[in-house]
Structure formats: C-alpha cells, structure tokens
T-cell receptor
Framework: EAGVVQSPRYKIIEKKQPVAFWCNPI?????LYWYRQNLGQGPELLIR????????DSQLPKDRFSAERLKGVDSTLKIQPAELGDSAVYLC?????????????FGPGTRLLVL | DAKTTQPPSMDCAEGRAANLPCNHS???????VYWYRQIHSQGPQYIIH???NNETNEMASLIITEDRKSSTLILPHATLRDTAVYYC?????????????FGKGTHLIIQP
C-alpha cells in the first residue's frame, strides 16, 4: 500500500510569509497527526485528528498555526506569519481507527527553512 | 517530559548484533514499550513493541527486564542501512491513537 504522502518536501521562505504543508494519509486511516521536529530533537505532536475532528490540539501554537482536515482524509497545516523559530521538519503520520495499540506510519516530512 | 533514558550515541560493527538499551524506571503497569527508528531525511518507522514478554519480529527483538524498568532492542545482524536514530517510547495501553512522546533517542552508527 502507498505510504503517507507529504508535499512539498522542502520549503524556503522569508519570515512573516505564510506557508502551507499538505498531507495525504494511508487509505483507510482515520487518525492523522502533525508533528514538528527541531534539529537534534525527537518529533513533538502538534495536533491529532480523528476523521475531520481535531481531538488534541493542545500543543498547536494557535496564534499563527492552523490546520484542517475537511473531508476526513487529506490535511493541511498552515503557518501565518512564519517566524525564524519555525524552521523545522513537519511530519505527518496516520493510523487506523482507535484501537488498543495502533502503529503510526510517518511520511517523509516537509523541511521548512525560514530566513 | 520523556519517560525514557537512552544513550545519545552508539557504534556497532556491521554484521554484529546491535544492542540498544533504554531505561524506563517509572513505567506503569499498563504502559507498553515501543521502539521507532528514524533514518536520515525520513520519517520515524515503527520497529516493535511489548508489554512484559520478550518480543521478536522480522526487524528486531525486544527484551524487557522482569521488573520492566529497562529494555533492550536487539538488531541481530546490523547492516549499514540500520544507521539511524532509535527512539524508545512508553505508551499507555488503550491509548492507541494518542500522539507519541519522543525523547532524543540513540544515534546508532554501523561501522563497515
């Protein structure tokens, strides 16, 4: 089966500009995650969706970050305006519907550089 | 805060077994131990998980001590492609869809 698809793979923008990342999860996976990974650190959860509902967005900086998953499939993560500290890799992951121990499958990530 | 402690880096010779330790001394009875790895420029990849029994799959073996306060991931015959950052994660049972809490992991370098 096809894996989690993310685009773009790389993005370079100037500070204060907007940027958006797109994710297509594995077919049939109801749960979708966005993580941010700073250099030398492990990924940190930003938001989790169950179908189209955001069920955990406690770590999402809501002043400049937004996300949507309108039809419960693809998702978009947006930053507006971007700051220098937003430079990181943004990872999308998906898993099947809530179960006892569901494996998360990660995409390759979008590497963002804010100048 | 991450609930696990791992060495920041390890070396292993190609073809030998790589043994990656993880301490999770505050693990609860209903928490599983998970291992993921992240090869350079890729997303994390699931390896294996276990509760209290030792587990083995096509990628690795997981040995959990009897008191469950530590575990070891074993790659039986390491290859150069196993060079990656390995993350040990504890996760509550029933939290199947919850986000994962990653630490800094162990950077395993396989030497030719």
């Amino acid at each position: 089966e096809a894996g989690v698809v993310q685009s773009p793979r790389y993005k370079i923008i100037e500070k204060k500009q907007p940027v958006a990342f797109w994710c297509n999860p594995i077919s049939g996976h109801n749960t979708l995650y966005w993580y941010r990974q700073n250099l030398g650190q492990g990924p940190e959860l930003l938001i989790r969706y169950e179908n189209e509902e955001a069920v955990d967005d406690s770590q999402l900086p809501k002043d400049r970050f937004s996300a949507e998953r309108l039809k419960g499939v693809d998702s978009t993560l947006k930053i507006q305006p971007a700051e220098l500290g937003d430079s990181a890799v943004y990872l999308c992951a998906s898993s099947r519907a809530r179960g006892n121990q569901e494996t998360q499958y990660f995409g390759p990530g979008t590497r963002l550089l804010v100048l | 805060d991450a609930k696990t402690t791992q060495p920041p880096s390890m070396d292993c010779a190609e073809g030998r077994a790589a043994n990656l330790p993880c301490n999770h001394s505050t693990i609860s009875g209903n928490e599983y131990v998970y291992w993921y790895r992240q090869i350079h420029s890729q997303g994390p990849q699931y390896i294996i998980h276990g509760l209290k029994n030792n587990e083995t799959n096509e990628m690795a073996s997981l040995i959990i001590t009897e008191d469950r306060k530590s575990s070891t991931l074993i790659l039986p015959h390491a290859t150069l492609r196993d060079t990656a950052v390995y993350y040990c994660i504890v996760r509550v049972a029933g939290g199947g869809a919850d986000g994962l809490t990653f630490g800094k992991g162990t950077h395993l370098i396989i030497q030719p």
